[in-house]
């Protein structure tokens, strides 16, 4: 009687499973004495070492990879627009020094008569600086000149010099000589006295003479102040000279800034200036630009990436991008450039790749998606399949005398379809994890559907 009763709850027991929907689970069957635990059919699969892949998925903007707002430098009014939105425009051309080449394509002519009038002006006080240096060149020619002739009778001074010590000498031998032939009354008295006057005279000669040098010397002297002056003067007008011509290049700058030229190679995307439109200058920092010139090819696809992310996106990692305007548009590419730091604020590291634009689709503003590979180090790693996660911890099954054999895990990342595999060890072991085998097979599929000790039988491999 009570085998019958044991058996009627066992069948009321098995209503109760199908009824809840578990028919498709391993069915077991207990009585008093076994269990029986249904056969499943299961792959096997070993953990292979190869690099995991993390993929960065987040939104991005699209902007020129160069932007100018362009503003005027002087105060005028607006005398030709050369440009308009969607104009495209020619950048300066420099040669491999630097030196200007080309101007840009003319954007603006600024009308400001006061700039040129000064212009005017600075060239009219550079060509009187001219002219003086000219006049100052001369007159150092005629002190030099002047020079000479006083240096020519300081010589003819000094020469007349020896000629008056000459006659000096000789009319004063002469008396001497007079004086004793009258001491001896050869001669008389009026004799000596005329000798004696002819003396006094070559002295006076003499005197009158020296003092001519002297003058000779004085005017030498004095020449040669003027020379030099007159050279002080011709550096002084130079130099004057090099000021109007200092001021003329102000003035030809200032007037350059009437005329705006593009800064590079692009396409006006905005224009807020008309003819006979006052520009003002760019002093004020509310001041609408005349101009926004973008460069578009190639354009800057800017990314924020959050700080969890951060360490995983470094130039050169491999990225595709995918814009919500150009369906079924791929973009393979790579981070050009991450700025390094995160911003203070959001926390995020920005992150720009570089996209060439040459048919102009790609256009600044767009919303852009952006997928990020970046490659990690080799690790071992297992199907997903292979694994069950749960709060306590991962495991998996191997085979046993053909039954399941469950296998507690140590993971790491999870990537996709691939699981980092770290160690393993027996299930319930509370002993150190063990190095990864990769000759040792793991099942992979349904997992947790499987109960350990359960008999499974190998689906053998297909092969092509």
């Known amino acids: 009687m009570f085998k019958k009763l044991n058996l009627f709850v066992l069948a009321m027991g098995l209503l109760y499973l199908v009824a809840n929907g578990c028919a498709d689970k391993p069915i077991v069957i207990k009585d008093e004495k076994t269990t029986t635990l249904k056969q499943v059919e299961v792959k096997l699969v070993t953990p292979v070492k190869q690099k995991l892949v993390h993929i960065i998925s987040q939104p991005g903007t699209l902007r020129a990879n160069e932007e100018a707002m362009i503003h005027a430098k002087v105060v005028g009014y607006a005398s030709q627009v050369m440009v308009d939105i969607g104009t495209k425009v020619k ?231 995918t814009f919500h305007a150009l369906p079924g548009k791929d973009f393979s590419c790579k981070v050009s450039r991450i700025s390094w730091a995160l911003d203070a604020s959001s926390r995020n590291l920005r992150a720009e790749i570089d996209l060439p634009n040459p048919e102009g689709i790609l256009r600044p503003g767009m919303y852009a998606s952006i997928r990020i590979k970046a490659v990690l180090a080799e690790a071992f790693v297992l199907p997903l399949s292979a694994i069950v996660r749960t709060p306590d911890g991962a495991f998996g099954f191997k085979i046993s005398e053909g039954k399941a054999q469950k296998i507690d895990l140590k993971i790491g990342r999870v990537e996709g379809e691939w699981v980092e595999l770290l160690g393993l060890r027996e299930a319930g072991s509370t002993s150190n994890w063990k190095p990864i085998d990769t000759q040792e097979e793991f099942i992979a599929g349904n997992v947790s559907g499987i109960s350990p000790g359960q008999p499974v039988a190998i689906i053998p491999a297909i092969v092509k």
Do not use: C
């Open 91 to 321: 950048g300066p051309v420099y040669e491999n020094g630097g030196k200007l080449l080309i101007q840009g394509s003319k954007l603006l002519i600024i009308d400001v008569p006061e700039i040129i009038e000064e212009v005017l002006h600075k060239k009219a006080l550079m060509d009187f600086a001219r002219v003086g240096v000219d006049l100052e060149k001369k007159q150092a020619e005629v002190a030099d000149a002047f020079l000479l002739s006083t240096e020519a009778g300081l010589v003819e001074a000094r020469a007349g010099v020896q000629r008056a010590q000459a006659s000096y000498d000789r009319w004063h031998s002469e008396n001497k000589r007079i004086s004793s032939l009258v001491q001896s009354k050869v001669l008389d008295e009026q004799t000596r006295d005329e000798v004696l006057n002819l003396v006094k005279a070559a002295e006076s000669t003499k005197d009158e003479i020296m003092a001519k040098v002297k003058h000779a010397e004085a005017m030498v002297a004095k020449s040669k102040a003027e020379a030099a002056k007159a050279r002080i003067a011709i550096l002084s007008a130079e130099s004057r000279l090099d000021v109007t011509k200092a001021e003329l290049r102000k003035a030809e700058a200032l007037a350059a800034y009437t005329t705006i030229y593009a800064p590079f190679d692009g396409v006006v995307t905005k224009r807020s200036v008309d003819p006979g439109k006052l520009v003002q200058d760019n002093s004020s920092p509310s001041n609408e630009p005349l101009f926004i010139i973008s460069q578009i090819d190639p354009v800057r696809v800017i990314v924020e990436v959050p700080e969890i992310e951060n360490a995983y996106v470094n130039p050169g990692e491999m990225a595709i991008v």
